[in-house]
């Protein structure tokens, strides 16, 4: 089996918090167990030089943002056995004051989700699963249920979405739907939920599998 293992941060490259060391160990350990298993992130402005002289361009590709379409070029750089796509576009990601909490999330934490199904073709890995974690990735499953999974290339490959903190869930107004979403009106129900669009509720809604970070946690968020 062959997963991607797609997070906004991941160490050694990037972290704030408990995803980031689910990101830097689980693929190692699942490495362990014969599972081929990568990582794809964002090249944040922050992640350190001595980690960016260890990576190589890989090819670059344009990606659809609803209307428009942007640039991503494409690194790979190998660390503890694992090997880690980070993917660049410097207006999204070359900032200062973090990873979080910009005017334009939604729309960088789109064009990620969208970048990771669209580089596969372009690179040699092309996994059974894709492992989406948390709102940032929350529109990778939903992208995939909209857009490819009844294109030829991409049969076969199931989506698997977990949740790291609930309390996060990628709450938005419906006027970004179309514009910077690129869901159409007509899908809407897809991330409807409590009167606005909801990225967690749209990725458990189209994700094959949904887990969580632990079962405890699984335990803990059925109780409000």
């Not at 830097?24 to 599972?35: C, E, Q, T, W």
């Not at 372009?122 to 699963?129: G, T």
């Amino acid at each position: 089996m062959k997963v991607l293992f797609c997070a906004s941060e991941a160490l050694p490259f990037a972290a704030t918090g408990g995803l980031a060391d689910v990101a830097g160990s689980l693929p190692a350990a699942l490495r362990k167990r014969l599972i081929g298993c990568r990582v794809v992130l964002p090249l944040y402005a922050s992640i350190p030089q001595e980690l960016r002289d260890t990576m190589t361009f890989v090819t670059s590709i344009s990606v659809p943002v609803a209307w428009r379409r942007q640039y991503c070029g494409i690194f790979e750089a190998k660390y503890n056995g694992v090997i880690y796509y980070l993917l660049d576009n410097q207006y999204y990601f070359r900032r200062e004051g973090g990873f979080y909490g910009h005017f334009d999330d939604a729309e960088r934490f789109a064009f990620l989700s969208r970048a990771v199904i669209e580089m596969l073709p372009h690179i040699d890995f092309k996994p059974d699963v894709i492992h989406a974690n948390d709102w940032q990735l929350a529109l990778v499953p939903i992208y995939f249920d909209l857009f490819y999974a009844n294109n030829d290339w991409y049969k076969g490959i199931k989506t698997l979405f977990t949740i790291h903190n609930i309390q996060y869930q990628g709450k938005y107004g419906f006027e970004i739907l179309e514009d910077v979403f690129g869901i159409p009106s007509s899908r809407a129900d897809i991330v409807a939920f409590d009167d606005c669009v909801n990225l967690m509720k749209g990725a458990i809604e189209t994700a094959n599998r949904v887990s969580t970070v632990s079962p405890t946690y699984a335990q803990e968020i059925l109780d409000p």
